[in-house]
């Protein structure tokens, strides 16, 4: 039995942090966007909006009480006892939860016409903001699962690294499907076939410093991965469907960009990201208890 089967449900985390890579380093490539004088970013925005308060749901849901969660950041805010804050989660939630306020805003700036709303997502501040906030909540993201006590498989910088690397191909692959420009297709196809590049090597160092230079637990969960019952899911999907399959798009498109092989390695990485997170989740042992 996995730690994350004990803890978590991998079908509820899992997308969680999918998504929550996604609207953060999307709210990254919309204000990238913005400063390139990119416009017609409606559904973007909505896109990034959904999608971090799909988080939130996933995240809430895995939660076997969630109300007392939102009592207790209740009480917190309105009596100063602010004690709840020392959870990982809840300080994850509020993050999400601002988040997706400037998210909201931003939707709304390209939806309705409103004099105060657009001064203020136009301002210099607020895109600096949005852009931290994004940072944090894919950093956030990453270092949730690098944190956690007893699983040494996560317990290494590489995830929250791999997750940065993951989100800013998922954000990459948004602006691909949803912004149908020449120089946004040019930069794409670039940016992601580097990316893809960096992710292969991250996933690679990963699993290799699981296997040869972890803990028994980490053997276990890097065995899992590559010749184990996560192997399929690992290598088909994660590796050849999610990884390869892109970049051999990418490095095929490098000249010429061909809508329907971008519109494929777009989806095919959106995929491969989810199933990322999925299996490293499910990989994760404790160590054993000598």
Not at 13 to 39: E, T
Not at 177 to 183: E, N, T, V
Request: hydrophobic share 65%; aromatic share 10%; with cysteine.
């Amino acid at each position: 039995m996995t730690a994350f089967q004990e803890i978590w449900d991998p079908l509820l985390i899992g997308p969680f942090l999918w998504l929550a890579g996604l609207a953060g380093m999307g709210a990254v490539a919309y204000v990238l966007l913005r400063q390139a004088k990119v416009d017609n970013l409606k559904t973007f925005s909505w896109v990034l909006f959904i999608s971090i308060v799909a988080a939130l749901v996933f995240v809430v849901a895995d939660l076997s009480r969630p109300w007392n969660l939102v009592n207790a950041l209740m009480t917190s805010f309105f009596t100063g006892k602010f004690g709840l804050f020392r959870s990982w989660m809840a300080v994850g939630i509020v993050l999400l939860s601002v988040a997706a306020l400037l998210l909201f805003l931003v939707a709304l700036r390209h939806t309705v016409n409103i004099k105060m709303l657009n001064a203020v997502v136009d301002a210099g501040w607020f895109s600096v903001l949005l852009t931290a906030v994004g940072l944090l909540v894919t950093i956030y993201s990453g270092f949730l699962i690098a944190a956690a006590p007893g699983v040494p498989f996560w317990n290494t910088a590489l995830i929250p690294v791999l997750w940065l690397l993951s989100a800013s191909v998922c954000a990459l692959a948004l602006a691909e499907l949803l912004i149908h420009r020449d120089d946004v297709a040019k930069f794409t196809v670039r940016a992601g076939t580097a990316l893809e590049v960096a992710e292969l090597i991250a996933v690679v160092a990963l699993v290799n410093l699981a296997m040869y230079g972890g803990t028994t637990a980490a053997r276990t969960s890097g065995w899992a991965l590559v010749y184990g019952p996560l192997a399929p899911a690992f290598w088909g999907g994660v590796v050849a469907v999610g990884i390869l399959t892109p970049l051999a798009i990418g490095l095929v498109s490098w000249r010429r960009e061909i809508r329907l092989l971008l519109t494929a390695a777009a989806i095919l990485a959106l995929i491969g990201a989810l199933m990322l997170r999925i299996v490293v989740l499910q990989a994760g042992v404790f160590e054993p208890v000598a």
